[in-house]
């Protein structure tokens, strides 16, 4: 078969692993040839690929990024966008199309495979919040990252007797704030999925100052929703194409908060794309040879419309429908996880 891979969305570590390990396993179990369309859904529209062989794709599931790179195109929203689709893919003579992406890209995929462009899917999300899957690719790397980060804090705010807040990824689900949150050792978590409650979050440092420790560090996600103000968007910024806005500023607004309130000397640190960025963990290079490995198997099971997904340790597939249908977010579990952790206040 003459198969053609693409990325689409925020780029994510492991993407590579994916992309090598299809192509491995196609070239070599069952003769396929590939190409990879580049700027995700833009390159199909564009016309505009690379091939991808043994030797493109030697050693490119070390790195991070993606070599095909990305973008965030909604091709639903372009008018003739289907029909451009199978033009291209005709006269490339591609036989099926596996699209590597969160849920905005996977909708694109199954609104395609519904008007009959043969294609599959691959989680993608740092956020880890897509459906069905119990942890996608990237977001261990970006754990990893802003655990370093949120450790390194530590230090500089008890030198310094402040607070100080560290905002990290996560639109809708706080699944990197809860796991860098503890596993740095924040004395405050706060995940989208619940509410700010400024005064238990004053409470909580002041508990600190008034046992012996004179700082404060605080994990927020991007996607908190804070008192009077709700999520704390770039006004300045257009929405993207799949109509989400930009959102920054949670922490700045957060850390101004704590000091009016507590009288505490409060900073705030954003760490944005540099969770996304670097090499990918041990653990994501495989979780993305092993998606990249399924996904190869369902082009040939003819499996259109569906998507791989981790269940326990078995890497197998659901539909696309499904998978976007909601966000996977932080339940109960999660939230005792981060109470029984927290100061009795
Ligand atoms: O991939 C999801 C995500 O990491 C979100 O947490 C974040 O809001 C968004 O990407 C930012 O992406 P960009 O600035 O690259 O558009």
């Known amino acids: 078969m003459r198969v053609a891979l693409l990325t689409g969305g925020g780029d994510c570590p492991g993407l590579n692993a994916v992309i090598y390990a299809a192509v491995r396993k196609g070239i070599n179990h069952y003769g396929d040839e590939f190409i990879g369309f580049l700027n995700g859904w833009r390159g199909v529209l564009d ?115 402040r607070v100080i807040v560290v905002e990290v990824m996560g639109r809708d689900a706080g699944w990197i704030a809860y796991a860098s949150g503890v596993a740095g050792g924040a004395h405050v978590i706060l995940v989208p999925e619940k509410d700010v409650d400024i005064d238990h979050v004053c409470a909580l440092l002041k508990y600190n100052y008034d046992h012996g420790k004179h700082y404060g560090v605080v994990v927020v996600a991007e996607g908190c929703r804070l008192p009077e103000v709700g999520q704390v968007i770039d006004e300045a910024a257009n929405l993207d194409s799949f109509g989400h806005a930009r959102l920054a500023g949670v922490g700045e607004e957060l850390a101004n908060m704590i000091e009016k309130k507590t009288g505490y000397e409060t900073r705030s640190v954003n760490l944005g794309h540099t969770q996304r960025g670097g090499v990918p963990t041990a653990c994501d290079r495989l979780l993305g040879q092993r998606y990249g490995l399924h996904a190869i198997d369902m082009v040939h099971e003819k499996k259109w419309g569906r998507i791989a997904v981790l269940r326990g340790l078995d890497i197998t597939d659901i539909t696309i429908k499904e998978a976007i249908a909601t966000n996977r977010r932080l339940d109960q579990r999660f939230f005792d996880v981060i109470a029984d952790l927290e100061a009795k206040v």
């Open 47 to 161: 016309n505009n690929f690379i091939p991808l062989t043994l030797e493109t794709v030697d050693g490119i599931q070390l790195t991070g990024g993606t070599i095909l790179h990305s973008s965030r195109t909604n091709l639903k929203k372009i008018p003739g966008g289907v029909e451009k689709v199978q033009e291209v893919l005709k006269a490339n003579k591609i036989d099926a199309l596996i699209a590597l992406g969160g849920d905005d890209t996977q909708s694109v995929t199954l609104f395609l495979s519904e008007h009959g462009v043969p294609s599959v899917g691959v989680p993608k999300t740092i956020d880890n919040d897509l459906n069905g899957t119990d942890q996608t690719f990237g977001f261990d790397t970006a754990v990893m990252n802003a655990t370093e980060a949120v450790g390194r804090i530590h230090t500089t705010a008890d030198s310094h007797n």
